[in-house]
């Protein structure tokens, strides 16, 4: 009798223990996929408010010191497919070229004035945006102050330059992939950026 309840006692530890490890492992597996879903949503989250605070169109005002290219690949009226994500419904897009001018093109990290999360490598903030450039290109690495407001918390706030192109920069209308309004004179897209097909 002895030994037969001492049996019974062994497998009903041993079915416990079993299911404790498998509640254990289902739990593991919620944790992991939920956190997965929370970091995933985040990035989401991250994304779209990057996109939000984007001012896809503009004034169409230009710094004063910017000078217009004389001799663009894309001439102003020009019809061009936009090869640039720098935005959702951007890559693909059409757009008509409204302006073109000879300057550096820098991607740049900074931090917003608003707070929130560092913004790296960022296209296009131009030579003429930026406080007490002169005409020599700013290497990488260099600190500078950013006198752009393509985003919010980027209007006076300090920035590394990541990376400098001398090139063509233009000014676009377009209508983005993804639906939408209209974008006017979004700035910039370097040349590099745009195609006739």
Known sequence: MTNRRGGEFLI??????????LVTAFSLVACSTATKENDQSSMDNMKQGNMSNMNHSSSGEIPKRLKEEKNPTYKVGSEVIVKADHMEGMNGAKATVVGAYDTTAYAVSYTP??????????KWVIQEEIKNADNETLKPGTEVTLEADH????????????LAEKTTVYMIDYTPTTGGEKVTNHK???ESELSTK
């Open 113 to 122: 004035t608003t707070g929130g999360a560092k913004v790296t490598n960022h």
């Open 12 to 21: 009903t530890k041993r079915i416990t223990l079993l299911l404790i490890s």
């Open 151 to 162: 985003m919010k918390g980027m209007m006076s706030t300090k920035g590394t330059i990541d």
């Open 188 to 190: 910039w897209v370097t």
